[in-house]
């Protein structure tokens, strides 16, 4: 395997949504100059490995790398982006994707969700990668008429979330993307002037501090309805309005005194209803950021 030190992964078992994935990752790649990763991830205990003999699953191995060698070769053509394709063994497919990321310098993982009505679906494998990831996940829409470009970043806001890193992830991917900020949190009490006041000035440090990083950002505050719970359906409403969002960002929560990392479910319900792609990041303690650079 000819694996470049920065590299971006593409779990691929050719269903539309990997393939939809696949076209996110190449216009990404384009911009940071990365490599992409093909990865397909044979499962050993799996129906077919039960059913194959050894000879016959060597025979299906083959026809993979060929159908991904195939495919590489077509969107390098077009795009001249390097792709790798990569077929492995294992006995969990989540575990082989993270462990992949960890051992061959991975700086991003871009997976597919599936459609049932109008809903996304997560399905478990990328439920898992979600979850065991550390480095950040975009999961894509099977959407063959999305946009690929990633200019308008959606920031939501809330006072106990937001941390700097967030800020600053966006930040790096509007100067990556030559793109903007939009920033929006939601206010539950208009009454309450203490939290009023405490968003008010969140938002003008935030917009303060993304402008003086050259970055064009607008911030809004939109008061929250009284079924709306939490900040999810707010997003969602706020997406379909603005009708240019092109990625939400999104950052994942580490439950304090559990070693398994826990995707809360405020993160997963963004991902299964929101209609364009999510990035997902796990917060790091030392608040930099690296990735792109």
């Not at 060698?69 to 792709?83: C, P």
């Not at 991902?271 to 917060?283: D, E, G």
Request: net charge positive; hydrophobic share 40%; proline share 3%.
């Amino acid at each position: 395997m000819n694996i470049k030190d920065k590299n971006i992964v593409v779990p691929m078992d050719f269903r539309p949504q990997a393939e939809e994935a696949l076209k996110q990752a190449v216009n990404i790649a384009k911009v940071l100059n990365h490599q992409i990763v093909l990865l397909y991830v044979h499962q050993e205990k799996g129906v077919l490995t039960s059913i194959f003999s050894k000879e016959q699953t060597k025979l299906f191995d083959n026809a993979v790398i060929d159908k991904m060698t195939a495919l590489a070769k077509e969107i390098a053509d077009k795009s001249g982006v390097d792709i790798q394709p990569v077929l492995l063994h294992n006995n969990s497919i989540h575990t082989a994707i993270v462990e992949f990321t960890k051992t061959n310098n991975s700086e991003l993982i871009v997976m597919g969700r599936g459609v049932k009505g109008e809903q996304s679906i997560i399905g478990a494998n990328t439920s898992r990668v979600l979850r065991y990831s550390k480095v950040p996940v975009i999961t894509v829409t099977c959407d063959p008429n999305s946009s690929q470009s990633l200019r308008n970043i959606l920031l939501p806001l809330d006072l106990t979330k937001e941390t700097r890193q967030k800020v600053n992830w966006g930040i790096t991917l509007a100067k990556l993307f030559g793109g903007q900020i939009k920033v929006v949190s939601a206010l539950w009490d208009k009454n309450n002037e203490n939290i009023v006041g405490q968003l008010k000035l969140q938002m003008a440090q935030v917009e303060n501090f993304i402008k003086k990083k050259g970055v064009k950002c607008t911030t809004e505050i939109v008061e929250a309805s009284a079924d709306a719970k939490t900040l999810v359906p707010i997003i969602i409403k706020y997406v379909e309005t603005q009708g240019d969002i092109d990625l939400i960002l999104l950052m994942t929560q580490q439950e304090i005194g559990f070693t398994e990392f826990f995707m809360g479910s405020y993160a997963s319900e963004v991902i299964r209803k929101a209609k364009v792609p999510v990035m997902s990041i796990i917060p790091h303690d030392t608040g930099q950021i690296i990735w792109g650079i």
